[in-house]
């Protein structure tokens, strides 16, 4: 009996473990089932929006353009290019800033989903959201969190210091910024002060 104590919690302790691969498969099958679930909700939601999105007029590369500023925290615009996925019916827009001696550089990506294409283009990426992962390398880390309120996808690779960060402003506008020799908190600051609340 004492042997059948002793070999139980063996087992316990086995399985408790972090780096235990008995742990770490049942860690894995809770968070597929939890994904599983989110993404169920998340494509009530998305039939709820799709139809709202295909009556709504998508912005004009007018639009676009009037929001981007010319500068970023001391970055100057460096570039731009409006309406490049205009050949898909998808309103776009994406601009790189740069500091003075381009040692650091942001580049912005808007999509929108507005309209019979931009709803259908931006229905993947709102399902992409609705997971929960985390994964780390010697190299990088990218992973699902919270920032200002919202669920982000956020990646940092270590090596070059360059990161990005992938979000749905309002369930329409799919956004990504990325950073050049930037961590994930200047990615963001730059994100923020781009303030995506003004679109649409």
């Known amino acids: 009996m004492k042997k059948l104590f002793l070999l139980l919690i063996a087992v316990l302790c086995m399985i408790s473990c972090k780096d ?6 049942i860690q894995e099958t809770k968070q597929q089932v939890s994904n599983t679930k989110n993404a169920v ?9 799709i139809e709202r999105l295909q009556q709504t007029e998508p912005m004009t590369n007018d639009d676009l353009k009037e929001w981007l500023p010319d500068e970023l925290h001391g970055m100057k615009r ?8 205009g050949v898909l019916q998808i309103a776009s827009i994406e ?9 650091k550089k942001f580049k912005i990506e808007v999509i929108d989903g507005a309209g019979q294409m931009g ?15 985390e994964e780390e390398t010697e ?6 969190t ?3 309120g919202m669920k982000v996808i956020e990646e ?7 990161s990005s960060i992938e979000y749905m402003q309002d369930d329409r506008f799919f956004i990504k910024g990325t950073g050049t020799n930037m961590d994930l908190d200047e990615t963001w600051d730059n994100l923020e002060e781009m303030d995506a609340d003004k679109l649409g």
């Open 20 to 25: 235990n691969p008995v742990s770490k498969k």
């Open 41 to 49: 909700k998340e494509m009530k939601d998305v039939q709820k929006d």
């Open 78 to 85: 460096i570039s731009y290019k409006a309406g490049h996925m």
């Open 95 to 103: 601009a790189v800033y740069a500091n003075e001696d381009k040692s």
């Open 119 to 133: 709803a259908s283009a931006t229905t993947g990426m709102r399902m992409l959201f609705s997971q929960d992962f």
């Open 139 to 144: 190299n990088k880390i990218r992973r699902t």
């Open 146 to 148: 919270e920032r200002g």
């Open 156 to 162: 940092y690779r270590k090596a070059s210091n360059s």
